[in-house]
């Protein structure tokens, strides 16, 4: 966390010495942050780096101001649908992680960063990147790293932003061989142990059912002329299906978790819809109906004797 808050905390120097038109010294920099000197002097010659034009403000004191312009700092910065999409998907991963305050300043980052779009991006970015963020599923939970090729990942949100079918080479679990398959790509479901790409058949293969391919088993992707309409398949309503990134068909799930856990559980949001039910002896029940019986195991495991599978 500690690298993030320098990233913060040079940001907002940025803005603030482009706020004051009288600019800010040392002292102002130092107190602001909390800083020693040595440190506030390190901080002002990283962002000479990126700000060469920083001008020294002429106020007639012996202690020195340094400023940057409006027309400097809009100039330099420029972002990608992509980047903001980051931004959204990092502040739904902290409030899942029940980080309300990380949160929230991540989220007022984030809207300074768009109030730094030029006006004749803006709306085209902002809508891009709104569309990015339906295609992401489920955030991302913590668990093992998975190493994702960043090239096929580029070529694929690319794909699903501009609803264009792709062909893509998918090697198989059993065989290990590559076959290739012309498919629709929605979107992306995040689990602990795997990613998938959700995308149908393009020649309506398996009645048109939506499959969840592996990322990391795509090893190749071209994006096809032909376009789909993204409107034709809800990727929320899918991903709700499941229990994690595991799809399958839903079924009824009740679990009881002991008194002396229920308040740890009653913290927890197992699924968008779930029901949870205070019991007079203490317990906590939760409802919620999804599929996903393997990926429920894996989690259930880490409860140990502190929850019973009611339902199934």
């Avoid at 034009?53 to 340094?66: A, D, F, S």
């Avoid at 940057?68 to 999409?85: D, M």
């Avoid at 902290?94 to 768009?114: G, H, Y």
């Avoid at 096929?152 to 076959?179: D, E, V």
Wanted: overall charge neutral; glycine content about 4%.
């Amino acid at each position: 966390m500690a690298n993030y808050e320098k990233m913060y905390d040079l940001f907002d120097l940025a803005m603030a010495m482009q706020e004051s038109s009288i600019g800010l010294s040392l002292e102002d920099i130092k107190e602001k942050y909390n800083v020693s000197r040595r440190t506030a002097e390190r901080m002002r010659n990283a962002l000479l780096i990126y700000f060469p034009q920083m001008e020294e403000v002429e106020t007639g004191e012996r202690t020195k101001r340094w400023r940057i312009t409006q027309r400097s700092l809009n100039s330099f910065i420029s972002f990608s649908a992509e980047e903001l999409a980051v931004f959204k998907t990092a502040i739904d991963n902290l409030k899942q992680s029940n980080l309300k305050e990380k949160a929230d300043t991540l989220s007022r980052v984030e809207l300074k960063l768009r109030n730094l779009l030029k006006p004749e991006q803006k709306n085209k970015i902002e809508v891009d990147a709104d569309e990015l963020m339906k295609a992401e599923g489920l955030v991302l939970h913590p668990g093992p790293r998975i190493e994702i090729d960043k090239d096929i990942l580029s070529t694929l949100r690319q794909a699903i932003l501009s609803c264009h079918h792709i062909k893509m080479a998918y090697q198989a679990k059993n065989t290990g061989r590559s076959h290739v398959y012309k498919v629709i790509p929605y979107g992306f479901l995040y689990g602990q142990r795997d990613h998938y790409l959700v995308a149908k058949h393009s020649d309506g293969y398996d009645n048109g059912k939506a499959h969840n391919f592996s990322l990391q088993k795509i090893k190749s992707v071209e994006i096809l002329p032909d376009v789909f309409d993204s409107s034709e398949f809800n990727l929320q309503e899918y991903a709700m299906e499941s229990f994690g990134a595991f799809h399958e068909k839903p079924f009824d799930v009740e679990w009881l978790f002991s008194a002396d856990a229920a308040a740890e559980a009653e913290n927890f949001v197992f699924h968008p819809k779930q029901q949870l039910i205070k019991n007079p002896d203490g317990t906590l029940t939760v409802k919620f109906k999804a599929g996903g019986k393997v990926e429920m195991d894996w989690f259930l495991y880490t409860w140990g004797d502190k929850v019973k599978v009611i339902k199934p």
